[in-house]
């Protein structure tokens, strides 16, 4: 399989947990984006409202991660929490921040309900010089819902194996 890596923003633990699995699948490197500052996760409303509030007015909150060289892969796998109906701003602040040109690309996001559409439209968008292969979207994936969601992801992952 061409050099690939799997570069994905957690605040519940959904996206951390799909994010395993494709990399358990796939035998690939795992970078998870922390923030310098995360979210308050005092009160669950508050931490809901800063992280949409961020989402929707497309913040670019500052990374923690030492900077991100990407030259050593051809195939990018980008997972995202869907906030306020798009993509966390810390994925928008990475996009943002890292060069990412000439790649395959793999779009990975994850929602308690409602549309994906949004959200995988702004991340193609952001990717303007890349060619985006595939998407795919999971409600609620944790451990006990993870049987439901097992046969999507292993066939998202066979697409990605075989480069389709």
């Known amino acids: 399989m061409e050099r690939t890596a799997l570069i994905y923003y957690s605040l519940d633990g959904h996206t951390h947990f799909i994010a395993e699995k494709f990399g358990k699948h796939l ?4 970078i998870r984006l922390k923030l310098k500052q995360e979210f308050s996760t005092k009160n669950k409303f508050v931490k809901y409202f800063w992280a949409g509030k961020s989402s929707a007015f497309h913040d670019k909150p500052a990374l923690a991660n030492a900077p991100i060289d990407l030259k050593a892969y051809d195939t990018l796998i980008i ?3 869907v906030w306020a109906g798009n993509l966390s701003s810390p994925v928008r602040s990475f996009l943002a921040t890292v060069a990412i040109d000439n790649k395959q690309v793999y ?8 549309s994906f559409g949004k ?3 702004t991340m193609r968008r952001l990717l303007p010089t890349n060619t985006i292969r595939g998407q795919i979207g999971f409600v609620e ?4 819902t993870y049987p439901i969601h097992k046969e ?13």
Request: aromatic letters at 6%; proline letters at 6%; hydrophobic letters at 45%.
């Open 79 to 81: 997972a995202t929490p």
């Open 119 to 121: 959200c995988f439209a």
């Open 141 to 144: 994936v944790v451990e006990e």
């Open 107 to 114: 779009l990975i996001a994850t929602n308690s309900g409602g």
């Open 152 to 164: 999507r992801l292993e066939a998202f992952c066979a697409e990605i194996l075989a480069g389709k």
């Open 27 to 30: 035998d690939c490197p795992i």
